[in-house]
């Protein structure tokens, strides 16, 4: 039986799914819970089963969900269809009953100690404390931001970027030229034993010149250096750019689609 998170037992449950860090939605599941679980007006809402069943945790805000561990398939459909949910991420490659997969994503891992150093392109300087503002006007501008989006659910990522840099939850650094941020790359979810970078974006006019390398090996190599297991996802397309870096490609994530999306 599907569960409101309410209570500690609850959230012990929540929380027993989450373990992996080499799985990404884990990771990502994870920070939302501990920077939005007692947040009750930052829309999220997490789910676990009944005391005695396998673990697994829901974490749904909006139309997007995450998903991780083993539920019972048509129950949670049922639930994310009451929550008006259509957009589903998960490690698990079978769909829901009534969903469909319709993308798949390759996850990579840093190496043990991180990748190799990339020296910073010369003339460029590496901001480590930039404004969430204005990283959040450069990414919607870009192309890594995939999803639709409107000055709501800029204004909600922004929020949100916030809350978890403030508990330490996310780390986000930027290159800048003469002060205008050129390039980004975060971890935007960091636990006790893992992080997850993504949001890794160069504005056109500087691709080609290692601005994105140099800032997610400086990055992934200071995570490490703090014990943590790094890992993406990326997006089609842009695999063999992590490969080049020294990432390993070390499993899979999918994306589910609702049935009324067909």
Not at 97 to 103: E, F, L, M, V, Y
Not at 110 to 116: D, F, H, I, T, V
């Amino acid at each position: 039986m599907i569960r409101l998170v309410e209570n500690a037992a609850d959230a012990a449950r929540f929380q027993a799914a989450l373990v992996d860090a080499q799985d990404p939605v884990a990771v990502e599941t994870a920070v939302r819970f501990a920077a939005f679980s007692g947040l009750p007006g930052s829309g999220w809402k997490f789910y676990t089963g009944g005391e005695g069943e396998e673990p697994f945790a829901l974490a749904v805000r909006g139309a997007s969900a995450l998903l991780t561990g083993s539920a019972e398939g048509e129950e949670v459909a049922l639930l994310l269809n009451f929550l008006q949910a259509r957009r589903l991420k998960t490690a698990r490659p079978d769909p829901l009953p009534g969903w469909r997969q319709d993308a798949v994503f390759h996850v990579f891992h840093a190496p043990a100690g991180g990748p190799k150093a990339r020296p910073l392109p010369e003339g460029f300087l590496l901001n480590e404390a930039p404004s969430l503002l204005g990283v959040t006007e450069f990414l919607w501008g870009g192309e890594s931001m995939a999803a639709p989006h409107d000055r709501r659910s800029t204004d909600t990522f922004y929020s949100e970027i916030c809350t978890m840099r403030n508990r330490g939850l996310a780390q986000i650094w930027t290159l800048e030229e003469k002060g205008v941020t050129v390039a980004t790359a975060g971890a935007y979810a960091i636990t006790e034993n893992a992080a997850l970078l993504s949001a890794v974006e160069t504005a056109p006019a500087f691709r080609g010149k290692g601005c994105a390398g140099a800032l997610v090996c400086a990055l992934a190599r200071k995570l490490c250096g703090q014990g943590k297991a790094v890992c993406l996802v990326a997006r089609p397309g842009v695999e063999g750019f992590y490969e080049k870096l020294g990432f390993e490609q070390r499993g899979l994530t999918y994306g589910h689609a609702a049935p009324e999306n067909d």
